[in-house]
């Protein structure tokens, strides 16, 4: 009966290991995937920026 209790807490040491390990993985997913919509927005801000910059200089090349 010890030795099947043993075990039993073994396996429950693993499984909390696991569920550890799976924890860590999902809170490291979730900073590089808010890491990845900071830089997309970045990204986008600048484009439209650069877009704004484009169309401002074709209205005074067509003004001169």
């Known amino acids: ?3 099947l209790i043993g075990e039993m807490y073994a ?3 693993e499984l909390s290991t696991g569920a ?16 990845q919509r900071l830089e997309t927005d970045q990204n986008v801000t ?8 484009v169309n401002e200089i074709a209205q005074n090349t067509n003004g001169v």
Do not use: W
């Open 46 to 53: 600048a484009m439209n920026e650069m877009s704004a910059t």
């Open 1 to 3: 009966f010890r030795k």
């Open 11 to 13: 396996v429950a040491e």
């Open 20 to 35: 550890e390990e799976l924890n860590n993985l999902g809170v490291n997913s979730l900073e590089k995937i808010t890491q």
